[in-house]
């Protein structure tokens, strides 16, 4: 499991590989959501049970899962940079902090390659299914969640390359895994069939296996496409059907959110789950071990990466209670965590830290771990729907629910409500709630583009507007052969 890194380095035959290799493994340990489970029997009743269990290891254990994830959507932001020190990963600060793309960079290639191996296991249990005429309520959840895994590939390969190709049969062969590329609106229906599909057959909750995809992941997902589109009277009803559902609320502690008993709380809509067990055996990725802060003896705690900018330091208005729980500070005290005081930067590299990946030193003495192995990484969280609920009122001309939905949200932060009542004020507002509430989680760089705002905040940092998207990485052009295309511009 630990080498599924440093296999995927054939375009898509490897991602086929790879997957057969999860088929061959005997021990089921590291394919449940949580990594644990204790015979056959617990497995469920669908006859995919162990393919889908297998779909989440791969989110976890391949860099769909990893550190690529924030270079892409956080550290392209202004509220992120690369940190560390100035030589650690100086070719990708270049590329992604200076908007200087290349279509052989390292993180890219793995992205794409790992979000297709996830897609190329969506398939297989899908077209399993499909070919067995299986209609049991077992199968048809399988098949959900394998569809709404699929989706969410789709909807971050869309985000971050525009148009790829979509490939839906299973691969036999390695001309299986080669397609032109799909327009987006291709792309947004076929994710949205797989949506509407999964958020039918998906429960609203599961009694074990916690982290396992529900309707209402399937819901926010399709909400999220809709912002996309701009259709806001779409994705604000189902916004609200998730928020109708009664399964979800904010958690009342911030500091509780980012931590390890805050793993599928009331907050969580989907998280990709990590987990170290009572022995101290991780099943993890780099995910947070990367963004520690990096420094000497009892600071030892990661690589240093993912580091708040200036720009979000200033951003928190006074009295935000969020500030304390997402800037970590060089020669400051850790806030309660039980490290007491920071060195000053110098000696360590950044003045600020991702406080969101910092982990209570009890806990790390428990396990006799520094680094971050246990916080899940959170893909959507009930603050984020509230916010795109609030968005798509306020755009459908529902001022009135747009201030409550973010009223939640500043409540939460010990913030009174907002005073901004007109489309056009309240527009800023979310922008504003959107930006401190989910800091340094993935959304920045997005919300940015999605708006239009790229090129007037980041434009002083080299961003131009091709830069909205990436490069498609050679080595999956060359492989096809020239059926898959480059992007514009590159």
Known sequence: MKN????????????????????????????????????????????????VFGIYSLLRTTDAGGWNRYWFGSIRSDDAQKGSTPGDSAANGT??????????????????????????????VINNIIESGATDEGSLINDAEARVMRALMYFEL????????????????????????????????????????????????????????????AKSLLAKLYLYEGEWVKAYNKCQEVIDSGVYML??????????????????????????TESGQSYNNNYFISQGVRGTGIWNLGWGFNVPTQNLVDA?????????????????????????????????????WNKKAYTMESVRRNYGKNGNAWEN??????????????????????????????????????????TVASQSELRNAIKQERRVELALEESRFY?????GDATTALGSLGYQPKNALFPIPQEAIDQSGGIITQNPDY
């Open 4 to 51: 599924i890194k440093n296999n995927l380095k054939v375009f898509f035959l490897t991602g086929f590989l790879i997957l057969t290799s999860y088929s061959c493994q005997d021990d089921f340990l590291d394919r449940l959501p949580l990594g644990e489970v204790a015979n056959n029997e617990e497995l469920g009743v669908g006859g995919q049970e162990a393919a």
């Open 316 to 352: 928190f208005e006074v009295g935000d209670a969020r500030k304390a729980n997402t800037i970590l500070s060089s020669g400051q005290d850790d806030g309660g965590f039980g490290s007491g005081t920071l060195p000053t930067s110098p000696p360590l590299a950044q003045p600020y």
């Open 447 to 451: 919300d940015l583009v999605r708006w």
């Open 377 to 418: 990484i959170k893909i959507i969280r009930y603050a984020d729907v509230l916010l795109m609920a609030a968005e798509a009122a306020n755009e459908a001309g529902m001022s009135s629910d747009a201030s409550g939905l973010i009223n939640q949200v500043r409540s939460r932060a010990g913030l009174p409500n907002t």
């Open 95 to 124: 590329a992604f902090d200076d908007f200087q793309y290349i279509a052989t960079n390292g993180l890219s290639t793995g992205w794409w390659n790992s979000h297709y191996a996830v897609i190329f296991a969506c398939n297989e």
């Open 158 to 217: 869309r985000r971050d390359y525009g148009q790829v190709p979509i490939i839906t049969v299973t691969i036999d062969v390695p001309s299986d895994a080669f397609g032109p590329k799909a327009t987006i609106s291709e792309i947004d229906n076929f994710i949205k069939e797989d949506l509407v599909i999964a958020e039918n057959q998906l429960p609203l909750t599961w009694s074990s296996f916690p982290g396992r995809a529900t309707s209402g992941f």
């Open 251 to 276: 958690d009342p502690s911030l500091t509780n959110l980012f931590e390890k008993s805050g793993n599928n709380g009331p907050e969580s809509i989907f998280e990709i789950q990590q987990t170290v």
